[in-house]
């Protein structure tokens, strides 16, 4: 699996995301939950997770090339445990709370689809003192 090419998809991602919801948090509410208004509370945490998921952008960005060190394997764990927090929150919101947009059932097949690589990645990925093997030479 390529760590490069899955930081690279996950930093424009999430980054991506991350900024518009720090800008503009009503659309990517809309689009997932289907709601056409939000609170001033829901509105001020969608811009705090915003400002996590540019951060969660920017080291994915910053970390696409560090093949030997452990703090790659230590972002790809991070990113596997929030794509499948992600992808069963935004599950749940849409079989239980019924509250579906038109971008919901995609972003849950995206990040369902973006936990499995990172977990093939993150498991075929040896740690040896500290350094891991470079498969992508």
């Known amino acids: 699996m390529h760590r490069t ?3 690279i998809v996950t930093g424009f991602s999430e980054g991506g995301i991350g900024l ?3 800008v503009w948090p009503l659309g990517p509410i809309v689009l997932l939950l289907g709601v056409e208004q939000a609170s001033p ?3 001020t945490i969608a811009r705090i997770a ?3 998921l540019l951060a969660l952008g920017v080291a994915c960005w910053s970390g696409r090339d560090d093949h030997h060190h452990a703090a790659q394997q230590g972002l790809l764990l ?4 929030y794509d499948l927090a992600a992808a069963g929150i935004l599950a749940y919101t849409g079989w ?8 919901l059932w995609p972003a849950v097949a995206f990040h369902t689809a973006l936990a499995v690589w990172c977990a093939l990645t993150y498991w075929g990925m040896p740690y ?3 350094l891991t093997v470079d498969r992508e030479a």
């Open 50 to 52: 915003g400002a996590a």
């Open 96 to 103: 239980v709370l019924s509250l579906a947009g038109i971008a």
């Open 78 to 81: 991070a990113v596997l445990i």
């Open 128 to 130: 040896r003192g500290g």
């Open 20 to 22: 518009l919801l720090l």
């Open 41 to 43: 509370e829901a509105l």
């Open 5 to 7: 090419i899955l930081l």
